[in-house]
């Protein structure tokens, strides 16, 4: 199962997936880290197309092997998040704008999530993990 937990930067992403990944015994891939690996830290709108599948293509790698996989990335259009193409979604919607005027400038509100988180606190994680977890 494919888990993206998306957002402005500073939204919270990565908080929520480092206390989700051990809840669901998931694969966590962190977007700056994906990004350092690679060395591309290019956030046009090709170079933010050209990591979402990036992140996709590691993704759908922990799925084919019957994983839970969690990737934190802004994933700031709805080509980024459908290039991706998620099983579950999680909107951090815990800030109005971001520290990057480029980023608030394109990203766009997504229409469909299946968490829509809009405040930061100690029992997201736990709430989540427990309603992904129940279907299994």
Known sequence: ????????PGSGKTYLAERLQPLID???YNADVVRNMANDWDFSSE???RQS??????ADFEKSNNRYVICDFVCPTA???ANFDPD???????ISEGRFEDTNKMFEEPKEVNFHITEMNDTNHHNIAKE???NV
Request: proline share 0%.
């Open 132 to 134: 992904i977890l129940k």
């Open 88 to 94: 579950i979604t999680i909107w951090m919607n815990t």
């Open 1 to 8: 199962m494919k888990i993206l937990i998306m957002g402005l």
């Open 26 to 28: 998931a694969a966590w």
């Open 53 to 58: 599948m990036r992140m996709k293509t590691f």
């Open 47 to 49: 170079g933010r197309i």
């Open 79 to 81: 080509e980024t998040r």
